[in-house]
């Protein structure tokens, strides 16, 4: 029998699907249909600004890389002996100090308390907006007091509105007559006189 012949590219992507490259596609920040416009231009912004980085972390890597090459060829040269002098066992004189007497615990001074404390004027803070919050101020209390007037104005139209009311009230009841229809007058003078006495208080 014939062999069969294979599809196209099957083939290939077997076989070469390990030693080929995908070609590098340029990253993308943020949405790719944006208007042209503020959003835009700050994803634009912020691209720059991340390839910029990867550039100076790669440029800094070369240096280093390089450094290090040189680090590793310069102490070759010198032998390590050359004055290097070796770590002294010395302590410190007030280190030392410390150390030889342990019974002694370390105090901080301690402020003198005899001496009172100085304080500071306070500053005042400026007050923004001062002569407006006074004249609101102003106009609040002469709101309150015109609204006192207006009600004590009303209490004494209701008190005056009432007596008069019980004034019309008694003098109806005086001019009834009695039981031979007569009025009666002990009954009219005494609400009379109570008028009088109102009128000549006032």
Same mark, same amino acid.
């Given at each position: 029998m014939a062999q069969k012949r294979k599809q196209d590219g099957a083939g290939d992507e077997i076989g070469t699907a390990g030693t080929t490259k995908k070609p590098r596609n340029a990253f993308s920040v943020g949405p790719?249909?944006?208007?042209?416009?503020?959003?835009?231009?700050?994803?634009?912004?912020?691209?720059?600004?991340?390839?910029?980085?990867?550039?100076?972390?790669?440029?800094?890597?070369?240096?280093?890389?390089?450094?290090?090459?040189?680090?590793?060829i310069c102490p070759s040269?010198?032998?390590?002996?050359?004055?290097?002098?070796p770590a002294g066992l010395e302590l410190h004189p007030a280190r030392q100090a410390m150390l030889n007497e342990p019974g002694k615990v370390h105090q901080e001074p301690v402020k003198s308390e005899d001496r009172p404390r100085e304080r500071k004027p306070k500053r005042l803070k400026p007050v923004p907006f001062s002569k407006e919050a006074r004249k609101a101020q102003q106009l609040k209390?002469?709101?309150?007091?015109?609204?006192?007037? $207006?009600?004590?104005? &009303?209490? !004494? #139209?209701?008190?005056?509105? *009432?007596? +008069?009311?019980?004034?019309?009230?008694?003098?109806?009841?005086?001019? $009834?007559?009695?039981? &031979?229809? !007569? #009025?009666?007058?002990?009954? *009219?003078? +005494?609400?009379l006189l109570e008028k009088v006495k109102r009128v000549m208080n006032e």
């Amino acid at each position: 029998m014939a062999q069969k012949r294979k599809q196209d590219g099957a083939g290939d992507e077997i076989g070469t699907a390990g030693t080929t490259k995908k070609p590098r596609n340029a990253f993308s920040v943020g949405p790719a249909n944006l208007p042209d416009g503020t959003y835009r231009r700050k994803v634009q912004k912020i691209k720059r600004d991340l390839i910029h980085k990867a550039k100076v972390k790669k440029s800094y890597a070369k240096l280093k890389q390089r450094e290090l090459q040189d680090s590793h060829i310069c102490p070759s040269n010198i032998s390590p002996t050359a004055d290097v002098e070796p770590a002294g066992l010395e302590l410190h004189p007030a280190r030392q100090a410390m150390l030889n007497e342990p019974g002694k615990v370390h105090q901080e001074p301690v402020k003198s308390e005899d001496r009172p404390r100085e304080r500071k004027p306070k500053r005042l803070k400026p007050v923004p907006f001062s002569k407006e919050a006074r004249k609101a101020q102003q106009l609040k209390e002469e709101a309150d007091r015109r609204h006192k007037v $207006i009600e004590e104005a &009303n209490i !004494q #139209r209701q008190q005056k509105i *009432e007596e +008069r009311e019980r004034f019309r009230r008694a003098m109806a009841k005086a001019r $009834i007559g009695g039981k &031979n229809g !007569q #009025r009666k007058l002990g009954r *009219e003078s +005494r609400v009379l006189l109570e008028k009088v006495k109102r009128v000549m208080n006032e």
